[in-house]
């Protein structure tokens, strides 16, 4: 065990360029500890090879693994991900990325002070929910706008606050599941409201709202089914009929919106989704949305509507559990902004994707596969091809509707299908793509703008290897 002499001391490591360098990103017990764990990995392989090693020789080693170490346990556990699916708004996946005028505004405001709860006129103490609040009475034409954690927290708020103790009329055709198990009938319980079921499964009519009306009602409440579609023999009331019943008994509505969206889709084939807009002015008093699905932004849950509702949401202990960050206030001011003063089409990631002309999804799929061609050449069990895609809005939005794409279909003549798409997994940035008809499908519709080329650098890496490689760096065995 004569080897074991040869192995530095840390303090040594400690003093070498290689090691010094890193004092700059680094302190000093996190480099301490990492050097430990490497020379002890060192020492651990040099015993089971059995023999000794030259000094030089076990300090390459103890580097090398430091070094390799260094970049591993320095970062976190989320990852940027090249999405490959073609589904947009993918909840695995972070939802909706944020455009560029949300992200400066992020930047700003998080790396610096800024008045989240401060009047600059009076220089008194201001109100988080001042912010946002004129974007979303301006945009979407409601008389005030609040915003919360999620839109699964604004609905919670908008029962509590109404309906606490009370009774809830809800259709048995909208008590929805959304992904997340946030289930309509058990927030309802959550909040304290009582539920009263009305109407079948597949029709509900405004007859069965009137019948169940009484003087215990406190709220009618309408869910959009963004995430299932009921379709042959069935009826749905209208929110503009619910919002008449409800004023002619003096008993608010309020509408869950999901997706909510403020721009009209119907040009792109996705005109079922409706606005907010729309179900404003169709009277609905609140209406709650998502930020982070069409919209665009960042997770969390808008209400909009009548002042007075808005107002009892306001000072509801509840919302303290519920408030959000400056870093959502400031990336939904952005993305409000684009809408207000800006181009969304363009410059909203999610609109961008959702309205990409099918004719620029084949050219850019067709720049792919020639690039991947070129650098997979000599790979014959691969072939690769372009095909046409059915790609998806996601976030339980239009779940039946298929967005037509392009993309790029590799398939593999060996087994290796699943260990490739592992491995892209596994890569910095990872590559989630589809599996389908036992082939690898690289949607090009959910890739970021220059994405292309890391996806191509990326496939090249993990199909062009012929065989497995472990991760582990292997050592030569230590000679006498
Ligand atoms: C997505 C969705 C929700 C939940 O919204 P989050 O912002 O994810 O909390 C609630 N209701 C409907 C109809 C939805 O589509």
Known sequence: MSYLRNIPAIDELLEMKQVQAQFDRYNREFLVATLRQATDEVR????????????????????????TMLSGSSRGTLRKVINGTGVVLHTNLGRAPLGPRALQYVQEMASDYNNLEFHLESGERGSRYQHVEQLLVKLTGSEAGLVVNNNAAGVLLGLNTVAQDREVIVS??????????????????????????VGTTNRTYLSDYGQAINEKTALLFSA?????????????VQVAELAALGKAHNIPV?????????SDLSAWGLGEEPTVQASVAAGADLVTFSGDKLLGGPQAGIVVGRANYIGDMKRNQLIRALRVDKMTIAALEGTLLEYWCGDPLQNIPVLRMLTMAPTKLAIRAESLRSALQEMLVDHAALSIRTIETEDMVGGGAYPTYKLPGHGVQITFADNRLHTVARQLRQMEP??????QDNALLVSVRTLGPG??????????????????????????????
Do not use: W
Request: proline share 3%; charged share 25%; hydrophobic share 35%.
């Open 430 to 435: 990872a590559l989630v793509a589809r599996l």
């Open 224 to 236: 959009h089914t963004s995430n299932y579609k009921i379709v042959g023999f069935s009826a749905e």
């Open 254 to 262: 309020m509408q869950d919106l999901g997706s909510g969206t403020l």
């Open 451 to 480: 994405e292309d080329r890391q996806v191509v650098k990326l496939l090249t890496e993990a199909c062009g290897q012929t065989t497995e490689q472990s991760p582990v760096a292997r050592h030569e065995p230590c000679k006498d």
């Open 172 to 197: 048995r055709g909208q008590l929805i599941e959304i992904g997340g198990s946030f289930r309509i009938p058990d927030v309802m319980r959550q909040s304290g409201a009582r539920l009263v079921e």
């Open 44 to 67: 651990q392989a040099l015993r089971l090879s059995g023999a000794g090693c030259s000094r030089e020789d076990i300090t390459v080693q103890i580097v090398t693994r430091f070094h």
